[in-house]
């Protein structure tokens, strides 16, 4: 017995009724393990359709095999092929929001990559005209934003920096 098989309860067997089910129900193997307290014996978690939860640690004696299922056939919820299913779909979406996310922050590194060229270019355009004032560089670049955040050109920023430089203070 394999994972995949679609299993039902033997004839003989009367272990449907310890797990309240019809003799006829047929189900899907989840899980094969040892079983620890038989040597050489093993049990099988099985997925039956309508039930909510697996029934657990079924001994393989008890159940017969009637089929393969390699996940086309029947997609019962809590099985093999719906797990898959389940994995492929979140790993889509974990894929398109790290891709959004990545696109968000290129974007947004790219602009403010932008935003500290401009103010660069502003502050070396006003430095000739601002050299007897003795401003540091980190002053300049405070002057230079004060002054475009104001302004609407580069223009009108580096002649706002030029004449708070020249003591006119327009």
């Given at each position: 017995m394999k994972v995949g098989d679609?299993?039902?309860?033997?004839?003989?067997?009367?272990?449907?009724?310890?797990?309240?089910?019809?003799?006829d129900a047929?189900?899907?193997?989840?899980?094969?393990?040892a079983n620890v307290q038989v040597k050489g014996a093993h049990k099988v978690d099985v997925s039956f359709p309508g039930m909510g939860v697996l029934k657990r640690a079924i001994d393989i004696s008890e159940l017969e095999i009637v089929g393969r299922d390699h996940g086309a056939s029947i997609k019962w919820p809590g099985t093999i092929s719906a797990l898959r299913e389940t994995?492929?779909?979140?790993?889509?979406l974990w894929t398109a929001s790290?891709?959004?996310?990545?696109?968000?922050?290129?974007?947004?590194?790219?602009?403010?990559?932008?935003?500290?060229?401009?103010?660069?270019?502003?502050?070396?355009?006003a430095r000739p005209f601002c050299v007897q004032k003795m401003l540091?560089?980190?002053?300049?670049h405070r002057l230079?934003?004060?002054?475009?955040?104001?302004?609407?050109?580069?223009?009108?920023?580096?002649?706002?920096?030029?004449?708070?430089c020249q003591g006119s203070g327009q």
């Open positions: 679609l299993v039902r309860f033997r004839k003989e067997s009367k272990a449907w009724m310890s797990y309240d089910m019809e003799p047929r189900g899907l193997v989840i899980e094969v393990y994995k492929r779909r979140r790993f889509f790290s891709v959004v996310g990545l696109l968000a922050f290129g974007l947004l590194t790219l602009h403010v990559a932008k935003a500290a060229h401009r103010e660069k270019r502003i502050v070396e355009r540091t560089n980190k002053d300049m230079v934003r004060l002054a475009y955040r104001s302004r609407r050109t580069d223009e009108d920023a580096v002649r706002a920096v030029v004449a708070l």
